[in-house]
């Protein structure tokens, strides 16, 4: 007797799910990232490089404003091809390498570590791929720990790479995770959030979105627009709430759906000017974060409040299950999103 046929989008529903438990497991294990925090201690860098590629760039761009906000370090992103395409050897003593990479398995990410390290860098893999060749390319090696994922859209992975970057840069400062206790109830109620199916119903016919964001929601954004696109195919495209005000917001219109992440801190309250003139040209807003509700939006969901530099682990959530909810409202099985592979192997 053949199985049932695996409905569209179980895959990623049953993953998204999985985060409230993969965020507490994550902080249970807070002794291992004090282990490589101490290792990082023993070689303190002058400046901190991140590689990556896809989600897990957006997830090194977070991990870029922890870096130089909580550490106060210098931070910056590697550009793969400098090393892999173009030969570039520059002196990397001094320097701290995180490389980010949910699979651990792209051969550039592998070729720039290796280099790095060649070149003097203090290496550390952060992925989901205990053995990769990543991991064996890294002198010190994190796993996300967020067990195996079928969907070709990361979504678990994606979180748990969020809250193990925030788990190390807390450590190397010599916090203990205390601002993490209780993430997964706070992760449970943001998945929860009555928002989103109004947001479905919403925008479920929408051809053209513009997501944004301020300070370490910026990477919600772009993570946004990523989701947007590859599950339902949308025109999405990212801005920081400062560039889109230097020259973008000229083509919102009324047609223009805008995706704003706005939480409490700095970051969502640099955010009013950015809304005033989206909302002034007529867009259509959807708010999304703690400081939603205080948001002029015609669709606002809900975020728990926490400390400005975990807002992004929280904010994620709901945004996934819109994802999926507009996927499937329109149609598709987010699944297997047309010309995508789970594992994308560059150079």
Do not use: C, W
Not at 12 to 31: F, K, N, Y
Not at 95 to 119: F, H, K, M, N, Y
Request: aromatic fraction near 4%; glycine fraction near 10%; hydrophobic fraction near 45%.
């Amino acid at each position: 007797m053949s199985s049932p046929e695996r409905r569209p989008g179980a895959h990623m529903t049953a993953e998204i799910d999985e985060q409230p438990a993969i965020l507490d497991a994550l902080v249970g294990r807070r002794s291992e990232f004090a282990e490589v925090a101490a290792a990082i201690a023993r070689r303190p860098p002058r400046f901190v490089l991140l590689a990556a590629r896809g989600s897990s760039d957006h997830a090194a761009l977070y991990a870029k404003y922890l870096v130089e906000v909580v550490l106060g370090l210098p931070a910056g992103l590697v550009s793969p091809s400098t090393a892999t395409l173009y030969g570039a050897r520059p002196d990397l003593r001094d320097v701290l390498l995180i490389t980010v990479s949910q699979s651990g398995g792209s051969p550039d990410l592998v070729e720039v570590t290796e280099t790095a390290r060649a070149q003097g860098a203090l290496t550390v893999s952060v992925s989901n791929t205990p053995g990769s060749p990543l991991a064996a390319a890294s002198e010190l090696a994190v796993d996300i720990g967020a067990g195996t994922e079928h969907a070709v859209a990361a979504t678990k992975t994606y979180g748990a790479t969020l809250m193990a970057l925030y788990l190390l840069v807390d450590a190397v400062r010599g916090g203990h995770g205390e601002h993490a206790a209780g993430i997964g109830e706070l992760a449970r109620a943001a998945l929860d959030s009555p928002g989103v199916e109004r947001a479905v119903d919403r925008y479920r016919f929408v051809d053209r979105v513009l997501t944004t964001g301020r300070g370490y929601s910026y990477a919600t954004a772009l993570e946004a627009a990523l989701k947007l696109a590859e599950t339902s195919y949308l025109a999405a495209r990212a801005y920081s709430g400062a560039d889109l005000l230097h020259g973008p917001v000229a083509a919102v219109d009324s047609e223009t759906a805008v995706l704003a992440v706005t939480s409490e801190g700095r970051g969502g309250a640099a955010m009013h000017e950015v809304l005033a003139a989206v909302g002034g040209r007529g867009a259509d807003i959807l708010a999304v974060g703690s400081a939603a509700a205080k948001a002029p939006a015609a669709v606002r969901i809900d975020v728990p409040r926490t400390v400005e530099e975990l807002a992004p682990i929280l904010e994620i959530l709901p945004i996934q299950r819109l994802a999926l909810g507009l996927a499937l409202a329109r149609g598709g099985d987010p699944d297997n999103p047309r010309g995508l592979l789970k594992v994308t192997r560059t150079r």
